[in-house]
């Protein structure tokens, strides 16, 4: 079964820097490869709604980020490991969240679309905690 497991969260100061990274797997026989899906990555703060940070699409020339996170994060795939990383700089005390990997087959093979919206996701990792303080 399609799944994904975040893992690279953990306690960072103020400034300081960390990578998050999504590995993915149970992909059909017929679709073993990255390049059928695309990949979100979410966040949620306590009390508050999970937003959409960033997207690759499945061709994985495309990429969007939520105006909160332009300049300091990006976003990349690594297809031999069938894994997607969030790479997040000059983190504050307002990143402090649980961080989501989500994926989906809904735009197809080889496409430059994608959307940090939840309803476009079919399947979600467990999340992983990062907590931004001194």
């Known amino acids: 079964q399609l799944q994904v497991v975040e893992s690279g969260g953990g306690l960072v100061q103020p400034g300081g820097s960390m990578r998050l990274s999504c590995a993915a797997s149970g992909f059909a026989a017929s679709e073993f490869s990255l390049d059928y899906y695309a990949f979100g990555w979410f966040r949620q703060a306590p009390g508050k709604a999970r937003e959409g940070i960033s997207c690759?699409?499945?061709?994985?020339?495309?990429?969007v980020y939520a105006d909160s996170a332009k300049g300091r994060v990006t976003i990349y795939r690594d297809d031999a490991k069938n894994t997607v990383y969030l790479q997040m700089n000059n983190l504050k005390h307002e990143d402090t969240a649980l961080y989501y990997c989500?994926?989906?087959?809904?735009?197809?093979?080889?496409?430059?679309?994608?959307?940090?919206?939840?309803?476009?996701?079919?399947?979600w990792g467990p999340g992983t905690q990062d907590t931004v303080a001194s």
């Open positions: 690759i699409s499945s061709s994985g020339r495309s990429t």
């Open positions: 989500a994926i989906t087959r809904r735009y197809g093979y080889g496409s430059s679309a994608c959307a940090i919206s939840r309803i476009e996701y079919e399947r």
